[in-house]
């Protein structure tokens, strides 16, 4: 099956929000762009080190589908994640601290960039195994209906996780037992340095979810209206207790896979054509026609994001080494602790 | 006052206990509803607590062990019942990569309170796929408590703290004890860190546990018939290990047998001896010994099977040579 990699036309036509809301999205866009920015500067200058997954070019789908979450629902993500933490609540001090292997980070340094936590944001990882997450979702989901919470879990993953068995089994639990999980799937059109078509026999995604006897949505993941109203839609049905969704939000990475990734599997012209609908740029054109953003308002939000960063980055800086006979700490709880 | 229980009754009353005490506490697995369960541990489960609670799961080993983690995360107390460590290795890594890492892993903010049980062992003819006994696997990874319930008395208390431990714990039950009875008083309550001497002695220990303790306990009954008298000490916890009373044991007795049914090559043995070298070297009068399965998949044919496992003559051999 062949795949067009070109991109669609960019993301146009009117913004439907209030002022107030389209440009916290803006901003939080923006925020993670600079932060992925300053994480790669600081990945060459030896600050973070390990595994590093950037968000640069996808940020559209993060943020346009975390702001159609409630704050008790359940988050788990993937090892490329950084921008869900920030979105969903966490400071950047901690993100960066955990990135820099700090104990001030949001898992004492234990994680680093690819297993960023927060129990107060309800951000369950953080999870560097393709697909590992979906089980847990689904259980998660188990957990809020048998408990009778209204809390929903989304639950993010890229294309590479739906050719793992996990999805496969967890889009069947979650259908069969009507579970309130939402599957957030980031298809950027590679696993790793592997293109799509040359992993999947069937590379409508939404086939394939819709197999298990659930409702699946084709969104742009680079307009961020789009996964917004989308995504709030989803997020509804799912409240409602109509079972699992699953939505696909067609994106792509402007970076490398990793660090150590030299890009070797795609054109550059295709990675400016779709650099050409980068989900900040085109949003910030459309806020200006509709006359709902001018250039200094844009300036001021770029400018508070790069202060946001820069004093995270010197959080981070300043921060503390988890002493070495803390290690086993957390192994095991702590004897005598009750679940 | 006592009476007489199997130990599946035991497992049941265990499982029927917690779940008639704590709301929180479900059972999932494959064909635990209404099979119920396929060595008859939840009978009459799905009657009594419903569907929700008793939940039969398609034939997903790592959707559903996922999944029990997930429940565990989201407040639940699940139970999840691997049907055996065969079909487990399916879902190894949700066990590993996420059960086990996640305390740790977050800084300790997310604790896995999740307890899976899973029949182990050979010794009934099902062959190479159906028999193995894993639990030195498991009992390598740190973040999981892993254990062994050998008697009436540990299948009948052990789930209960199991299930009050905020960390995942595996259960190894191995499929040659279910129908193996014994006296249970009123007090079953046990801990889940100890080992436990089941039978005292002077000349030599035989260190084991799960499947392996009866046959170890019979090699000892014969051995007493020629004046040798053997301690044996059920390890009862895997993980971690009660390096106390391995210790005690060699202090004890200067020699010991090491008998259980992994392969020896970086089996569940190969680690008792490990400890036992580190901590009561200079205590042995003679090398430590083991006795663990042969190094073959375990074969179908009955006198095979036999060959291949530990048995009660294999461990009163091994004892006989090391008194010379």
């Known amino acids: 099956m062949t795949v067009d990699h070109r991109a669609p036309p960019p993301p146009s036509g009117p913004v439907p929000w209030n002022k107030e809301f389209a440009l916290k999205l803006l901003a939080d866009m923006v925020r993670i762009r600079r932060m992925e920015e300053k994480s790669a500067e600081l990945y060459g200058a030896g600050k973070i080190r390990g595994f590093l997954h950037l968000y640069i070019g996808e940020e559209a789908t993060a943020v346009g589908a975390l702001h159609a979450l409630n704050a008790e629902d359940n988050v788990v993500a993937t090892y490329r994640e950084h921008g869900h933490a920030l979105v969903r609540g966490?400071?950047?001090?901690?993100?960066?601290?955990?990135?820099?292997?700090?104990?001030?980070?949001?898992?004492?340094?234990?994680?680093?960039?690819?297993?960023?936590?927060?129990?107060?944001?309800?951000?369950?990882?953080?999870?560097?195994?393709?697909?590992?997450?979906?089980?847990?979702?689904?259980?998660?989901?188990?957990?809020?209906?048998?408990?009778?919470?209204?809390?929903?879990?989304?639950?993010?993953?890229?294309?590479?996780?739906?050719?793992?068995?996990?999805?496969?089994e967890?889009?069947?639990?979650?259908?069969?037992?009507?579970?309130?999980?939402?599957?957030?799937?980031?298809?950027?059109?590679?696993?790793?340095?592997?293109?799509?078509?040359?992993?999947?026999?069937?590379?409508?995604?939404?086939?394939?979810?819709?197999?298990?006897?659930?409702?699946?949505?084709?969104?742009?993941?680079?307009?961020?209206?789009?996964?917004?109203?989308?995504?709030?839609?989803?997020v509804q049905r799912v409240h409602a207790g109509e079972g699992p969704i699953f939505v696909e939000y067609q994106t792509y990475r402007f970076r490398a896979h990793s660090m150590f990734d030299a890009e070797l599997y795609r054109q550059k012209a295709e990675v400016e054509e779709w650099k050409a609908r980068g989900p900040i740029h085109t949003y910030t054109a459309r806020l200006k026609a509709a006359g709902t953003l001018t250039e200094d308002e844009f300036l001021a939000i770029d400018v508070a994001a790069d202060a946001e960063v820069a004093a995270a980055v010197a959080f981070a800086e300043a921060g503390s080494w988890e002493p070495v006979e803390d290690m086993l700490g957390d192994v095991m709880s702590p004897a005598g602790s009750a679940p | 006052m006592s009476r007489k229980l199997s130990y599946r009754e035991a497992m049941r009353e265990a499982m029927h206990e917690a779940l008639s005490n704590d709301p929180r506490v479900f059972l999932m697995g494959e064909d635990v509803g209404r099979y119920g369960g396929t060595y008859a541990f939840s009978k009459g489960f799905l009657d009594e607590f419903g569907?929700?609670?008793?939940?039969?799961?398609?034939?997903?080993?790592?959707?559903?062990?996922?999944?029990?983690?997930?429940?565990?995360?989201?407040?639940?107390?699940?139970?999840?019942?691997?049907?055996?460590?065969?079909?487990?290795?399916?879902?190894?890594?949700?066990?590993?990569?996420?059960?086990?890492?996640?305390?740790?892993?977050?800084?300790?903010?997310?604790?896995?309170?999740?307890?899976?049980?899973?029949?182990?062992?050979?010794?009934?003819?099902?062959?190479?796929?159906?028999?193995?006994?894993?639990?030195?696997?498991?009992?390598?990874?740190?973040?999981?408590?892993?254990?062994?319930?050998?008697?009436?008395?540990?299948?009948?208390g052990m789930l209960a703290p199991?299930?009050?431990?905020?960390?995942?714990?595996?259960?190894?039950?191995?499929?040659?004890?279910?129908?193996?009875?014994?006296?249970?008083?009123?007090?079953?309550?046990?801990?889940?860190a100890s080992a436990?001497?089941?039978?005292?002695?002077?000349?030599?220990?035989?260190?084991?546990?799960?499947?392996?303790?009866?046959?170890?306990?019979?090699?000892?009954?014969?051995?007493?018939?020629?004046?040798?008298?053997?301690?044996?000490?059920?390890?009862?916890?895997?993980?971690?290990?009660?390096?106390?009373?391995?210790?005690?044991?060699?202090?004890?007795?200067?020699?010991?047998?090491?008998?259980?049914?992994?392969?020896?090559?970086?089996?569940?043995?190969?680690?008792?001896?490990?400890?036992?070298?580190?901590?009561?070297?200079?205590?042995?009068?003679a090398p430590v010994a083991r006795v663990c399965s042969e190094e073959v998949p375990i074969p179908y044919a009955k006198h095979l099977e036999e060959a291949a496992l530990p048995q009660p003559e294999k461990i009163v051999k091994a004892v006989k040579e090391m008194l010379g």
């Open chain 1, 90 to 168: 966490m400071s950047m001090k901690a993100i960066m601290a955990e990135m820099f292997g700090k104990q001030e980070g949001c898992a004492r340094g234990r994680g680093g960039s690819m297993h960023l936590f927060d129990a107060k944001t309800r951000l369950f990882g953080g999870n560097a195994i393709v697909g590992g997450g979906l089980p847990l979702a689904t259980g998660l989901g188990l957990a809020a209906k048998m408990q009778d919470e209204r809390r929903i879990t989304a639950c993010f993953f890229g294309d590479g996780a739906v050719a793992e068995g996990a999805f496969h």
């Open chain 1, 170 to 234: 967890s889009l069947n639990l979650a259908a069969l037992w009507q579970l309130p999980v939402l599957f957030c799937c980031e298809n950027n059109l590679f696993g790793m340095g592997t293109a799509i078509e040359r992993a999947e026999s069937q590379t409508d995604l939404c086939v394939k979810a819709a197999s298990y006897n659930m409702p699946a949505i084709r969104v742009d993941g680079m307009d961020i209206v789009a996964v917004h109203e989308t995504t709030q839609q989803a």
């Open chain 2, 51 to 156: 569907p929700e609670r008793i939940r039969d799961t398609p034939l997903s080993e790592l959707g559903f062990v996922g999944a029990g983690i997930g429940a565990a995360l989201g407040g639940l107390r699940p139970i999840v019942e691997v049907m055996t460590v065969n079909f487990s290795l399916l879902a190894l890594d949700q066990i590993v990569n996420s059960a086990a890492l996640y305390r740790h892993m977050s800084g300790g903010q997310f604790s896995v309170p999740l307890v899976i049980r899973m029949t182990t062992g050979a010794g009934r003819q099902l062959a190479a796929q159906h028999s193995h006994s894993l639990e030195g696997w498991y009992a390598h990874i740190p973040g999981i408590k892993v254990l062994a319930p050998a008697t009436i008395e540990d299948a009948r």
């Open chain 2, 162 to 192: 199991a299930l009050a431990d905020p960390d995942p714990v595996v259960i190894f039950e191995h499929a040659g004890l279910f129908n193996v009875e014994d006296e249970l008083g009123d007090d079953w309550d046990v801990d889940i």
């Open chain 2, 196 to 285: 436990k001497v089941r039978r005292s002695g002077k000349d030599v220990a035989i260190i084991t546990y799960g499947g392996s303790l009866p046959k170890a306990l019979a090699a000892a009954e014969t051995l007493a018939a020629d004046g040798i008298e053997a301690e044996v000490l059920d390890l009862r916890v895997l993980r971690p290990l009660d390096n106390a009373a391995i210790a005690a044991v060699i202090a004890k007795c200067h020699r010991a047998v090491v008998v259980d049914e992994n392969w020896k090559s970086g089996g569940m043995a190969a680690e008792v001896v490990a400890r036992i070298m580190e901590q009561a070297f200079f205590e042995l009068d």
